[in-house]
């Protein structure tokens, strides 16, 4: 006589709940009669399974069938029935025993699996290659500070080619000032970047002195220059702060729209950035439409930092998007196949 086929039961659960602890007790009673392997699944570790099933838990799937709470024992037991009732005549239209269950068939490969705890990570993998990236910046100018030169010269070498690290638009640290702006930027400041370093023609986009202004890095008095612009550690500070937000909340606020994107973070870090470099390059009648001008910090941190969170804020919810249908699928891969 063949063997009767084993069930494959999901049961969509959550810690707490008086109602799953019912399901678990009554799939326990009717093992006997209806032989299953059961699968349960926390809905508050998958934020769209969560939204899904919160007011319905708890929800098992048996075959094509879905039950939602409450469940009845009566239910339950017609659900299995007829699970296996079809189980048995697939069975005999197959007119073979099934062979025994082979753990590596149907098994999901590394590569699935890896992708699967991805889609369920990726936040806090992002948030900490955010923060390393922002971070490290900072460790330059604290490693000239207790004379390591050598080390700090490798920071600044590897982020060299991500920004322009003009020694007049970074943040400074351990010096007598935050920030040394050139003359041209019109701040009242103790000390101008000229006069700190006594480099000259700064404003000319040309100068081989810019070229200087870029290698600097500062001294014990004026003290140490961080490896990122002050635009780009806005930026990637508000990345980081709305990545930290949003994995908070969840990962549940609402998406942003584009054309805001364009018009909170694109625009005005388009108007500060473009502008300043196109009055920059000296074009005949250039100056009496766009006059030269030279940001400010305040400025450059402001646009960067609503670019940056901005940015995040339509990139991140695109990407759960995805994430979540990845979620979702090797959920129930999973859960069919243990």
């Known amino acids: 006589m063949p063997e009767r086929r084993w069930l494959d039961v999901i049961v969509y659960m959550r810690a707490g709940c008086g109602l799953c602890d019912e399901v678990r007790e009554q799939l326990s009673g009717l093992q006997a009669r209806f032989p299953h392997r059961s699968r349960e699944i926390d809905i508050d570790d998958d934020p769209a399974l969560q939204k899904r099933y919160f007011d319905q838990i708890p929800v098992v799937v048996v075959g094509q069938q879905v039950l939602r709470a409450p469940i009845g024992r009566q239910s339950l037991a017609a659900a299995l029935s007829s699970a296996s009732a079809g189980s048995q005549r697939q069975q005999a239209v197959d007119g073979t025993n099934p062979p025994e269950r082979d753990p590596k068939a149907g098994a999901i490969s590394r590569g699935s699996r890896l992708y699967y705890w991805l889609s369920r990570h990726y936040l806090a993998l992002l948030n900490l290659i955010i923060f390393l990236y922002v971070g490290l910046p900072f460790v330059a100018p604290a490693l000239m500070k207790v004379e390591r030169p050598g080390l700090a010269r490798v920071i600044y070498t590897l982020y060299s080619p991500l920004c322009h690290q003009f020694g007049f638009r970074s943040f400074f640290l351990f010096g007598a000032q935050a920030y040394y702006p050139l003359q041209e930027a019109g701040l009242s400041v103790s000390t101008t970047f000229e006069q700190a370093t006594g480099l000259k023609d700064l404003s000319d986009p040309y100068s081989v002195s810019r070229l200087s202004a870029r290698r600097y890095t500062g001294d014990a008095v004026v003290g140490y220059k961080v490896a ?111």
Do not use: K
Request: charged share 15%; net charge neutral; proline share 6%.
């Open 228 to 338: 990122l612009c002050e635009r780009d550690v806005a930026i990637y500070a508000a990345i980081l702060l709305f990545g930290l937000l949003y994995g908070l909340t969840g990962r549940r606020l609402p998406g942003l729209p584009w054309p805001a994107w364009a018009l909170i973070g694109l625009a005005p870090i388009g108007l500060d950035g473009f502008s300043q470099i196109v009055s920059q390059f000296n074009l005949p009648g250039l100056a009496a439409v766009l006059p030269y001008r030279e940001s400010t910090p305040l400025l450059r941190v402001l646009t960067g930092g609503l670019f940056g969170f901005a940015t995040a804020w339509f990139a991140l919810q695109n990407i759960e998007e995805s994430m979540r249908d990845t979620r979702h699928y090797f959920s129930e891969q999973l859960a069919a196949r243990s």
